[in-house]
């Protein structure tokens, strides 16, 4: 009897479904297996400052914070002090060195970040003790700082160095992240109005999230913790998002709530399909495929709305229908279409290429030719290329004449390097020379190229290093100048 009982144990034993992580715990925009720093694309050896400072983070955002930062006009904000801007950049500036085999990097980010949830940085305005209350937060400032300029950026940089240096995430990282997350996205989705437009309505979103760019930025944070933290079904749960925009998105292609933003419209639905595509990218790398969702409707996927957009810019008066509502736009008309930024709100067009290549979008894309009225505002408004009002604008010469610029990602999508890095063709650019000669052995001489000279010098060392066991230096090293 107690044989045939263990038995039956050990076959329930075998039979007891073991709950799965994630397919890549720990990586958010990197897959570090078919990583190589070597074939890095040229961005991640971008402008990197070695000293590897720092940026300065707030304890808290108070009241007296946000007014010795921000740059009001009456009660709003219309801008910010310049460090703010910069911080995210220094802080993905020290991750693309960590990412390339930098280690002080690295360390430089963990010690940091482990340092910020240690002493309970980054807590939300009117903080006084936890659990915050989102009914404290009056207003979106703190919570867009936190998402976009400090916790979102180092959150991505924390998983890229955790990686590159074989650590685990701290104990606390979890306890800290949602005392933050959790009153913040309550904010968003119990205080704001968007659920009173009629679209939203029909999905019954009252207090939940709604397609919209700032709920987009906050699930990508949320998605790169839940990374750290390999819980696999919050995971799958978050890409809720992406779903709910395509499910919302009009007979046209219009993301409703973007659209819906004046003069800003067609800039906010350029930048929401950057977030969305960055949304792709890191379901990707867990085993999520978002791009292949079926649903109801043949129009309901992200192609689609890229073709709305396209069709928008080139002719501007498809999307005042929905533009004319002037949410959050300000007091600029809504047919005075805002294209100050451009072309950073196209540089998707780079991976969308080389993800989609034979897409129809990617042949209109390039035959893009702009709506002149985009011309016709004023130059606070308009795209530099406008150098009169009557100018006809070609996306097909920003791709010739401006590429360095439009190969820049905005921060709705990222860094270009965490894209292409193996799977998606890099663009390599080898500026380093290094010559290894042996001591031993006259005769050998090795000469290589390389993206940085670190890397350089070890892809040479290893060359003489496998013909010979000792005696292997480097002879010549340097940068190569322009045009060699």
Not at 40 to 52: E, G, H, I, R, T
Not at 289 to 297: A, H, P
Request: charged share 30%; glycine share 4%.
């Amino acid at each position: 009897m107690k044989k045939f009982l263990l038995i039956i144990f050990l076959f329930l034993s075998f039979n007891i479904p073991i709950a799965k992580g994630l397919e890549n715990p720990g990586d958010v925009m990197i897959d570090f297996e078919s990583f190589s720093a070597e074939n890095c694309d040229f961005q991640c050896f971008d402008k990197l400052d070695k000293n590897y400072n720092w940026p300065k983070f707030p304890e808290i955002f108070s009241s007296e914070w946000l007014d010795e930062n921000l740059l009001r006009q009456g009660k709003k904000y219309f801008d910010m002090k310049d460090w703010i801007y910069e911080t995210p950049k220094i802080i993905n500036a020290i991750s693309r060195a960590c990412l390339i085999g930098e280690t002080e990097a690295c360390n430089v980010i963990i010690t940091n970040t482990e340092k910020i949830i240690k002493d309970d940085f980054l807590k939300p305005t009117d903080w006084s003790s936890w659990p915050h209350d989102y009914k404290k937060i009056k207003s979106s400032e703190a919570v867009f700082l936190f998402e976009k300029y400090f916790a979102g950026p180092m959150i991505e940089a924390y998983a890229i160095a955790l990686k590159a240096e074989n650590k685990s995430v701290h104990p606390d990282f979890k306890e800290w992240f949602y005392r933050r997350y959790e009153p913040n996205l309550k904010y968003y989705t119990h205080t704001q109005k968007n659920w009173k437009y009629e679209r939203i309505k029909k999905f019954n979103l009252f207090k939940k999230k709604v397609p919209q760019n700032h709920l987009i930025e906050i699930t990508n944070m949320h998605l790169a913790a839940l990374s750290l933290l390999n819980d696999k079904d919050a995971f799958e749960k978050e890409l809720e998002l992406w779903d709910l925009y395509l499910i919302t998105m009009t007979k046209k292609g219009a993301l409703p709530l973007e659209a819906q933003r004046g003069a800003h419209a067609i800039g906010y639905t350029a930048k929401s399909i950057m977030g969305l595509m960055k949304m792709a990218h890191i379901a990707e790398i867990q085993g999520f495929n978002l791009w292949d969702r079926k649903y109801e409707k043949e129009y309901q996927n992200l192609h689609y709305a890229i073709e709305f957009l396209i069709n928008t810019l080139a002719n501007n008066k498809l999307i005042w229908i929905y533009a004319k509502t002037n949410d959050s736009a300000g007091k600029t008309k809504y047919k005075k279409t805002y294209s100050k930024n451009f072309p950073t709100e196209l540089s998707f067009y780079y991976f969308y290429k080389e993800k989609f290549p034979d897409h129809p979008n990617i042949t209109k894309l390039e035959n893009l030719i702009f709506d002149k009225r985009m011309c016709k505002v004023s130059a606070k408004q308009r795209m530099k290329y406008c150098t009169s009002d009557n100018d006809e604008i070609k996306f097909k010469d920003i791709i010739k004449n401006d590429s360095k610029n439009l190969k820049k990602h905005n921060s709705f999508m990222g860094e270009r390097c965490f894209y292409f890095t193996g799977k998606y063709k890099p663009e390599i650019r080898n500026n380093f020379v290094v010559v290894i000669k042996n001591k031993k052995d006259e005769k050998y001489l090795f000469k290589t190229k390389g993206p940085s000279k670190k890397i350089t010098i070890k892809k040479g060392m290893k060359d003489c290093e496998s013909k010979h066991s000792e005696g292997c230096y480097v002879h010549y090293s340097s940068r190569i100048a322009f045009g060699s």
